[in-house]
């Protein structure tokens, strides 16, 4: 009998162990949500340990290069992993795979698979393919990829995610109240340094429709609080279902959802953002004040090298425009230090820029050229690493400043919170010890609608409700109070929401 006439081997017996590592943005998290859903359905068990898994999964970033080398070191500790273990599956996900899918397999032999962003509703039937291989002693090379944007990229990754998302995994989200939801996938911005167009695909909206039927599934499994999704998330727009939706829309389509008391989006894209959605986050009391609408840079010259498509004056009237109609909102940004062409006076600009906006925070990142944007290919990567680093650092300091003004600003008053856990100091008093504090009262944390995050002490049954805090101390990252009220209902009746 040959192998072909063998019965196929049973590849997904129950007590399977899966072991998932994540790095990048929040869309990465909801994909690793995503896929280790849709495994557990076939009874695969998630394992902390990669010692104890048979199936290793990888989902990848390729933003900064950083990341990929993280994940080549993870593959290397796993080269002779097979030898004792056969039948062991090893999988890449996600945007390195999209980019790099040859390298991979040149880097790592070992590797099984190799799956793009927008085929990751394949993963489980990849991997038993690739099991049955192992077991009937074969090695196999399965990737599953998106067709170039110039091909039906567009049509077969919207196929892929609408069928997809509504299969979730509570256990894998930020807290048992808290859940992403993809509202856009791709980008067309095409910003010089950035590889996510080439990672993510074309720019797609999902139907109004399928996302407010997902967050009526995600409310009747106890989320209350929502955000929403995608690369340029105010660009959203889906003409369909008798009228064009923009996010303001989408904002109104969602918000009534019973159970659901909070909701934020990210990442924004300044050029698209509009009144009207302003005026949505003002008018509806579930929305979150908080924006995260990365300016890069503070500098005309280095804003059009990375053809970011607006000036700092557009972003002015940007900010102009979110503080008048939504007084109080908090923005944050990310800056890039050491864009090809960025002087010692382009880079003063950006740091003026921190202290003239007032962002509540900003992710800032040192310029990392990657293969396949234009930047790589037509400029020279010309400010050495330590220039990169000092700017870096200097920009840190001048953001950490403004934060803690900023955060200082709401000492005596009261924010409402949706109050997720035990705060990161309990957490670590717990893992030291299990005793209790007198009166039951542990410190507990969550966000401010503003998007503080707020240290306060109180009854662990207060997680998952809202409470309202009055910050009495701040530090450059966290508001620290006491609880007013002990138990609101419904944020959106209290007078006082910061
Ligand atoms: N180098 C450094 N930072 C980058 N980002 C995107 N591409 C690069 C790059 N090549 C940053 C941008 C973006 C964030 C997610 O990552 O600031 O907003
Ligand atoms: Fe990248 Fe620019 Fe698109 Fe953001 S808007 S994902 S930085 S190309």
């Known amino acids: 009998m040959t192998a072909a006439d063998a019965p196929a081997p049973d590849v997904s017996p129950p007590n399977r162990r899966l072991y998932i590592e994540t790095v990048g943005c929040q869309m990465n998290v909801l994909d690793s949500e995503l896929v280790v859903g849709a495994l557990r359905q076939r009874g695969y068990e998630v394992t902390s340990d990669p010692e104890a898994a048979d199936t290793l999964l990888f989902n990848t970033c390729s933003v900064r290069?950083?990341?990929?080398?993280?994940?080549?070191?993870?593959?290397?500790?796993?080269?002779?992993?097979?030898?004792?273990?056969?039948?062991?599956?090893?999988?890449?996900?996600?945007?390195?795979?999209?980019?790099d899918q040859d390298l991979i397999f040149r880097r790592a032999p070992h590797v099984d698979l190799v799956v793009g962003t927008g085929q990751l509703a394949e993963v489980p039937d990849l991997i038993d393919a690739a099991r049955q291989s192992a077991v009937l002693g074969s090695k196999s090379r399965l990737t599953a990829l998106s067709l170039s944007r110039r091909g039906g990229g567009r049509k077969e990754i919207e196929a892929s995610f609408e069928s997809y998302d509504p299969l979730r995994e509570p256990t894998m989200r930020p807290t048992p109240h808290q859940a992403f939801v993809r509202i856009m996938i791709g980008c067309d911005k095409f910003c010089t340094y950035c590889v996510?167009?080439?990672?993510?695909?074309?720019?797609?909206s999902r139907a109004p429709s399928d996302v407010k039927k997902e967050v009526e599934i995600l409310a009747g499994q106890g989320v209350?609080?929502?955000?929403?999704?995608?690369?340029?998330?105010?660009?959203?727009?889906?003409?369909?279902?008798?009228?064009?939706?923009?996010?303001?829309?989408?904002l109104y389509l969602i918000h009534d959802t019973p159970g659901i008391e909070r909701i934020k989006f990210v990442t924004g894209y300044p050029k698209d953002l509009g009144n009207d959605l302003l005026e949505a986050i003002?008018?509806?009391?579930?929305?979150?004040?908080?924006?995260?609408?990365?300016?890069?840079?503070?500098?005309?010259?280095?804003?059009?090298?990375?053809?970011?498509?607006?000036?700092?004056?557009?972003?002015?009237?940007?900010?102009?425009?979110?503080?008048?109609?939504?007084?109080?909102?908090?923005?944050?940004?990310?800056?890039?230090?050491?864009?090809?062409?960025?002087?010692?006076?382009?880079?003063?600009?950006?740091?003026?820029?921190?202290?003239?906006?007032?962002?509540?925070?900003?992710?800032?990142f040192k310029y990392s050229p990657r293969p396949g944007t234009k930047a790589h290919e037509r400029l020279e990567d010309d400010v050495p690493e330590e220039v990169k680093?000092?700017?870096?650092?200097?920009?840190?300091?001048?953001?950490?400043?403004?934060?803690?003004?900023?955060?200082?600003?709401?000492?005596?008053?009261?924010?409402?919170?949706?109050?997720?856990?035990?705060?990161?100091?309990?957490?670590?008093?717990?893992?030291?010890?299990?005793?209790?504090?007198?009166?039951?009262?542990?410190?507990?944390?969550?966000?401010?609608?503003?998007?503080?995050?707020?240290?306060?002490?109180g009854n662990p049954r207060l997680i998952g409700s809202a409470a309202e805090v009055e910050v009495e101390d701040c530090t450059g990252t966290t508001l620290l109070g006491s609880i007013v009220t002990r138990e609101v209902t419904h944020l959106g009746g209290l007078p006082v929401l910061t």
């Open 65 to 99: 290069e950083k990341a990929e080398q993280k994940i080549y070191s993870s593959l290397g500790r796993l080269k002779y992993r097979k030898r004792s273990r056969p039948g062991t599956v090893i999988g890449v996900l996600g945007c390195m795979a999209q980019k």
């Open 196 to 204: 996510v167009p080439t990672t993510r695909g074309p720019e797609q």
């Open 224 to 250: 209350k609080e929502i955000t929403l999704l995608g690369q340029t998330v105010n660009s959203y727009k889906h003409s369909g279902e008798g009228k064009t939706y923009r996010l303001s829309d989408l």
């Open 282 to 364: 003002r008018d509806l009391p579930k929305c979150y004040h908080y924006l995260h609408v990365p300016l890069q840079s503070g500098c005309d010259d280095v804003l059009k090298v990375m053809k970011r498509g607006y000036t700092v004056a557009h972003y002015r009237d940007m900010m102009q425009r979110v503080w008048e109609i939504v007084p109080g909102c908090s923005v944050s940004s990310d800056f890039i230090v050491g864009n090809p062409g960025e002087s010692e006076e382009s880079f003063q600009k950006s740091i003026d820029s921190i202290r003239e906006f007032r962002f509540k925070n900003s992710f800032i």
């Open 389 to 457: 680093r000092r700017r870096n650092n200097e920009l840190l300091a001048v953001q950490n400043e403004v934060s803690e003004e900023e955060n200082a600003r709401l000492i005596g008053r009261r924010v409402s919170v949706l109050v997720e856990g035990p705060s990161v100091r309990q957490k670590k008093e717990d893992d030291r010890d299990d005793a209790s504090a007198p009166g039951g009262t542990v410190q507990l944390t969550g966000h401010s609608r503003c998007d503080r995050i707020v240290v306060f002490d």
